[in-house]
């Protein structure tokens, strides 16, 4: 199974930018689509952004604008450029990966607290 290790969350305040990265490593194939996903206090889990092996982008409405997801296949790396963030970008950050084989996997997940 694929092991996930996210990075770069932190405190900022409101309008600021934070770079979220995760790194991936344990599978025996190639990654397929990654995705963030974020839960805020009291919410479920949501699908934020995900992005294909081939770099093709896609983001829940809330964040169009204002992230962007890249990745780095030779370094089996995704980011997640957070800019003016918001107040309700608060929440913990978890990198999710599906390998073109073998059971998706979760990182354990990264803080980002937004303060006003």
């Known amino acids: 199974q694929v092991q996930l290790v996210e990075s770069g969350g932190g405190l900022v305040q409101a309008g600021g930018s934070l770079r979220l990265s995760c790194a991936a490593s344990g599978s025996r194939f190639s990654i397929n689509a990654m995705d963030w996903y974020r839960q805020a206090p009291g919410k479920q889990r949501e699908w934020t952004a995900s992005i294909t092996r081939a770099g093709i982008v896609n983001y829940v409405d809330s964040v169009k604008g204002r992230f962007t997801i890249s990745r780095d296949n030779a370094k089996n790396t995704m980011y997640l450029q957070m800019n003016a963030l918001k107040l309700e970008d608060t929440g913990v950050y978890y990198c999710?990966?599906?390998?073109?084989?073998?059971?998706?996997?979760w990182g354990q997940g990264t803080q980002v607290t937004v303060s006003s």
């Open positions: 999710h990966a599906i390998p073109f084989s073998g059971m998706p996997g």
